[in-house]
């Protein structure tokens, strides 16, 4: 029978453990300080006393560098960084606190310091280093017990027993650290795993999506097309209507911009090279090239990191708004302007015409398309590609933006803003 791990379940026992971990390590810091008091406590009440002069001075300046010592190893235990050199100073300084201690005050504390360096050693030296801190210390502790105060042979042997448990102590929370970080590590390692598995799986949804797309709402709209393109023709053969004929080529432009939508859907679902911002100057470039008129870009603003929606409008609009200005108006110039502003991006097509009078010449090459008059602001009127004002607040309002279009005094203006981020 065998089991499944994923890595999900992986990573919440990671997390669970690593909490256990921090728990121990949590209940480190209050341990070594009250470790701290109990020796302070042990000293004040031991024979002799602390003092001003004397061997009571020597008792307090003991206890004081053991206090010194043992506060600045415990807090570089618990991952205060401090320098090698300073870390030696204070060993030397506890070890010798200790060690005077016991040579001076048989039932006193000497030990206590013993131990705090022996478990900091074990977990914050390398290992070979805090094997020789740690015996070093147990030898001069255990020969200042034996040659100096009067101490039972048997307290020295506990004493130096506890020496050895809290180097085994330190030994496993040294153990402990290092598991903490190879399970931290593991654990970053696992979440971009799993991100890349759903980044995976969710190209693999969208490609399939892509082909379905294609397979079906594409092939389906080339026919119609075909269909209608053969009822238009028809329709002309056989001299029916004029208003039946028209109504076929709209259906026809509908059909067509349908397809172009399905295509770009199916473009943005497979992640492909869709146009974006960075195309506006060569969309300006070919602009003029076709028209004869002049095209100037302006960019200004740092750019945003825009999504592959918000690229692909601000491509859509301005190519849509220079194609209305190339079929329904004889301007002097254009000018486009890309500006990347704090909440968002704007994009304006504006052109100029110096020589329009009060009856505007836009227009009248098809009155059925956006003028520059009411109709033109018309969100119902399209253009041969089946587009119009309507078509471009519809991809602003997809993505909390919007579209004005309205005459200028010497011409017309569409403006599109996004906010910043979608896409």
């Given at each position: 029978m065998s089991a499944h791990f994923s890595p999900a379940s992986t990573i919440t026992a990671l997390e669970?453990?690593?909490?256990?971990?921090?728990?121990?390590?949590?209940?480190?810091?209050?341990?070594?300080?009250?470790?701290?008091?109990?020796?302070?406590?042990?000293?004040?009440?031991?024979?002799?006393?602390?003092?001003?002069?004397?061997?009571?001075?020597?008792?307090?300046?003991?206890?004081?560098?053991?206090?010194?010592?043992?506060?600045?190893?415990?807090?570089?235990?618990?991952?205060?960084?401090?320098?090698?050199?300073?870390?030696?100073?204070?060993?030397?300084?506890?070890?010798?606190?200790?060690?005077?201690?016991?040579?001076?005050?048989?039932?006193?504390?000497?030990?206590?310091?013993?131990?705090?360096?022996?478990?900091?050693?074990?977990?914050?030296?390398?290992?070979?280093?805090?094997?020789?801190?740690?015996?070093?210390?147990?030898?001069?502790?255990?020969?200042?017990?034996?040659?100096?105060?009067?101490?039972?042979?048997?307290?020295?042997?506990?004493?130096?027993?506890?020496?050895v448990a809290f180097y085994r102590l330190g030994i496993y929370a040294r153990q402990l650290r290092a598991r903490t970080v190879q399970a931290e590590t593991l654990l970053v390692e696992l979440e971009r795993s799993r991100e890349a598995q759903l980044g995976a799986a969710t190209l693999a949804e969208r490609q399939r999506l892509a082909r379905e797309m294609h397979d079906v709402l594409a092939h389906s709209l080339s026919g119609l097309l075909l269909h209608l393109e053969g009822a238009r023709l028809l329709a002309v053969r056989e001299s029916v209507d004029p208003r039946l004929t028209d109504t076929i080529e709209r259906a026809r432009h509908l059909a067509e911009a349908g397809l172009g939508e399905a295509r770009q859907a199916i473009g943005m679902l497979r992640d492909e090279d869709l146009p974006g911002p960075e195309r506006l100057r060569a969309l300006?470039?070919?602009?003029?090239?076709?028209?004869?008129?002049?095209?100037?870009?302006?960019?200004?603003?740092?750019?945003?990191d825009l999504g592959p929606q918000t690229r692909l409008t601000l491509y859509r609009v301005a190519q849509e708004a220079l194609t209305n200005v190339r079929k329904h108006a004889r301007p002097d110039h254009v000018e486009v302007r890309l500006g990347y502003e704090p909440g968002g991006t704007r994009l304006s097509v504006e052109d100029f015409t110096t020589d329009a009078g009060p009856a505007d010449h836009r227009g009248e090459q098809n009155p059925d398309n956006r003028q520059l008059d009411d109709e033109r602001l018309d969100d119902h009127q399209l253009d041969d590609r089946g587009y119009g004002v309507s078509g471009m607040r519809e991809r602003a309002?997809?993505?909390?933006?919007?579209?004005?279009?309205?005459?200028?005094?010497?011409?017309?203006?569409?403006?599109?803003?996004v906010p910043g981020g979608h896409g």
């Open positions: 669970g453990d690593r909490g256990h971990r921090h728990g121990l390590l949590l209940w480190a810091r209050p341990a070594g300080f009250a470790v701290l008091v109990v020796a302070l406590t042990l000293g004040a009440r031991s024979e002799p006393r602390p003092g001003l002069h004397g061997a009571g001075l020597i008792v307090l300046l003991a206890l004081f560098g053991g206090v010194v010592g043992s506060a600045g190893l415990i807090a570089s235990a618990l991952g205060r960084r401090l320098p090698l050199l300073f870390r030696i100073v204070l060993f030397a300084v506890l070890v010798g606190s200790s060690v005077t201690l016991v040579w001076i005050v048989p039932d006193g504390p000497g030990f206590v310091g013993g131990f705090i360096a022996a478990v900091v050693a074990a977990s914050t030296l390398p290992r070979r280093a805090g094997a020789a801190v740690a015996i070093g210390t147990l030898v001069a502790l255990g020969a200042a017990g034996i040659l100096g105060a009067d101490r039972p042979l048997t307290s020295i042997l506990v004493s130096e027993l506890g020496a300006a470039g070919e602009y003029s090239r076709d028209s004869g008129v002049r095209c100037d870009l302006e960019v200004s603003g740092t750019p945003h309002e997809l993505l909390g933006g919007t579209v004005t279009a309205a005459p200028t005094g010497n011409g017309f203006r569409v403006v599109l803003w």
